[in-house]
């Protein structure tokens, strides 16, 4: 089997490995591990001591394909709003598990504010600054209490940028006086894994079961993150959840997570997803969102939407008509796709091609259930239309009638191709 091979997660035959076997943790109404579906995982990134604001972000999230959203409650105030915006949700129709996100101080914001605890569907909690010392085992133990008193889970996170000083320290020691020769990466890469291993086993004897633990051991290097999540496995049965704990901006952000995630999807490994991109000021949230729905799409695990392929266009392309038609065909659909899928079977599984020249365009659109090939430079300005394989229609005119004819089309397709919900997948 080729280098290549073993990276991407193929076996010898070719084949991507099967999902590790975990425990299935109930997450609100959302499964996790189990061999349920991989999980989409987002985070507001708003004060959630402003109600407002905070479930509007939720709101957008959800809607986006968000299937877990996490709350920062880091002060009264924030512990506070939890039950407001939670009720807020619930009258807006929207039922999204809710995690709370707790460091330093999770122990007292949980037992002072009962009603934060019992509205929250999961807690997060970071072992690493938890606390000190002997106290950091009683705070951890406090939370995993409230957890278990109120039959909620947790995801005990640990973090390359937060971990335990003393168990670094530790390791650092016993590595020069047993002269082991690990270089202080591994070191720390080892100190994630047992650092999870350990607090899981706190959790279990505090009371927690096997079936409310989720585990992540966060990092913001792709390379290690392969490293420490492929030794995680060999160690625990508990549903993962995946991410770059701080991707990045952009491109950077979309390349280095998908870089890493892919590889450990591939292996098999991950039961709930988060790509932690940092947006432009002012920028859209649900960005990371459909980052993570893409990725598990491109990965054939799961189906979220509609697919479009473009192609990135060259010297036969000088126009810019097919970019804006395949640009306001993806707008398009995240604008209807919140509708459709409460209204039609199937209908994520759908593709679309927009295509810029007749080189790859007739056979990129045959391929879509819908596609149109546009005309490259000096070719004749036809645009053919495919559907399921067979041409159906040739537009012409300008951009404006071409975009509300194909939008059309893709309509009329829809409607007519997948079939009505009945009230039964309606209530699921």
């Given at each position: 089997?080729?280098?290549?091979?073993?990276?991407?997660?193929?076996?010898?035959?070719?084949?991507?490995?099967?999902?590790?076997?975990?425990?299935?943790?109930?997450?609100?109404?959302?499964?996790?591990?189990?061999?349920?579906?991989?999980?989409?995982?987002?985070?507001t990134?708003?004060?959630?001591?402003?109600?407002?604001?905070?479930?509007?972000?939720?709101?957008?999230?959800?809607?986006?394909?968000?299937?877990?959203?996490?709350?920062?409650?880091?002060?009264?105030?924030?512990?506070?709003?939890v039950?407001?915006?939670?009720?807020?949700?619930?009258?807006?129709?929207?039922?999204?598990?809710?995690?709370?996100?707790?460091?330093?101080?999770?122990?007292?914001?949980?037992?002072?504010?009962?009603?934060c605890?019992?509205?929250?569907?999961?807690?997060?909690?970071?072992?690493?600054?938890?606390?000190?010392?002997?106290?950091?085992?009683?705070?951890?133990?406090?939370?995993?209490?409230?957890?278990?008193?109120?039959g909620?889970?947790?995801?005990?996170?640990?973090?390359?940028?937060?971990?335990?000083?003393?168990?670094?320290?530790?390791?650092?020691?016993?590595?020069?006086?047993?002269?082991?020769?690990?270089?202080?990466?591994?070191?720390?890469?080892?100190?994630?894994v047992?650092?999870?291993?350990?607090?899981?086993?706190?959790?279990?004897?505090?009371?927690?079961?096997?079936?409310?633990?989720?585990?992540?051991?966060k990092?913001?290097?792709?390379?290690?993150?392969?490293?420490?999540?492929?030794?995680?496995?060999?160690?625990?049965?508990?549903?993962?959840?995946?991410?770059?704990?701080?991707?990045?901006?952009g491109?950077?952000?979309?390349?280095?997570?998908?870089?890493?995630?892919?590889?450990?999807?591939?292996?098999?490994?991950?039961?709930?997803?988060?790509?932690?991109?940092?947006?432009?000021?002012?920028?859209?949230?649900?960005?990371?969102?459909?980052?993570?729905?893409?990725?598990?799409?491109?990965?054939?695990?799961?189906?979220?939407?509609?697919?479009?392929?473009?192609?990135?266009?060259?010297?036969?392309?000088?126009?810019?008509?097919?970019?804006?038609?395949?640009?306001?065909?993806?707008?398009?659909?995240?604008?209807?796709?919140?509708?459709?899928?409460?209204?039609?079977?199937?209908?994520?599984?759908?593709?679309?091609?927009?295509?810029?020249?007749?080189?790859?365009?007739?056979?990129?659109?045959?391929?879509?259930?819908?596609?149109?090939?546009?005309?490259?430079?000096?070719?004749?300005?036809?645009?053919?239309?495919?559907?399921?394989?067979?041409?159906?229609v040739?537009?012409?005119?300008?951009?404006d009638?071409?975009?509300?004819a194909?939008?059309k089309?893709?309509?009329?397709?829809?409607?007519?191709?997948?079939?009505?919900?009945?009230?039964?997948?309606?209530?699921?």
């Amino acid at each position: 089997m080729s280098a290549l091979n073993q990276i991407a997660g193929f076996d010898a035959t070719g084949s991507r490995h099967p999902r590790r076997k975990t425990y299935g943790v109930n997450v609100g109404h959302v499964r996790v591990g189990g061999g349920a579906p991989i999980v989409v995982q987002s985070m507001t990134n708003t004060d959630t001591a402003d109600v407002a604001a905070t479930l509007k972000q939720t709101l957008e999230l959800a809607e986006a394909g968000s299937e877990i959203v996490r709350w920062t409650v880091n002060v009264p105030e924030a512990a506070a709003a939890v039950p407001e915006i939670k009720k807020g949700l619930l009258a807006a129709g929207c039922n999204v598990p809710i995690i709370g996100d707790f460091h330093y101080n999770g122990h007292v914001l949980l037992t002072k504010y009962p009603d934060c605890a019992k509205s929250l569907d999961k807690y997060r909690i970071n072992p690493g600054n938890v606390g000190a010392g002997q106290r950091r085992d009683e705070q951890f133990s406090t939370i995993c209490k409230v957890a278990r008193d109120n039959g909620k889970p947790v995801r005990i996170g640990v973090n390359g940028g937060s971990l335990n000083q003393e168990l670094v320290m530790l390791k650092m020691q016993e590595n020069t006086d047993k002269n082991l020769g690990k270089e202080s990466e591994e070191i720390i890469n080892d100190c994630m894994v047992l650092s999870a291993v350990q607090s899981t086993e706190l959790a279990l004897e505090t009371g927690l079961r096997n079936d409310q633990i989720i585990i992540s051991c966060k990092t913001s290097r792709p390379r290690d993150l392969i490293t420490v999540y492929r030794d995680l496995v060999s160690k625990t049965e508990q549903p993962l959840h995946l991410g770059l704990t701080e991707a990045g901006m952009g491109t950077k952000g979309l390349v280095w997570s998908a870089a890493s995630l892919g590889v450990l999807l591939y292996d098999g490994i991950g039961d709930t997803i988060r790509i932690s991109l940092t947006p432009r000021p002012g920028g859209d949230r649900r960005e990371e969102v459909y980052a993570a729905c893409e990725l598990l799409q491109s990965l054939g695990l799961r189906s979220f939407s509609p697919s479009v392929t473009a192609c990135p266009g060259c010297g036969r392309t000088t126009s810019s008509t097919f970019q804006e038609l395949a640009e306001r065909t993806q707008d398009y659909i995240r604008e209807m796709m919140p509708t459709w899928k409460t209204q039609y079977e199937g209908v994520e599984t759908m593709t679309l091609a927009v295509m810029g020249c007749i080189v790859n365009g007739p056979g990129e659109s045959k391929a879509a259930n819908i596609g149109i090939s546009l005309p490259g430079t000096g070719e004749a300005p036809r645009c053919p239309v495919y559907i399921d394989g067979k041409k159906d229609v040739t537009l012409e005119g300008t951009y404006d009638e071409l975009a509300a004819a194909f939008q059309k089309l893709v309509d009329t397709y829809i409607s007519t191709k997948f079939p009505r919900k009945t009230a039964e997948a309606l209530s699921r």
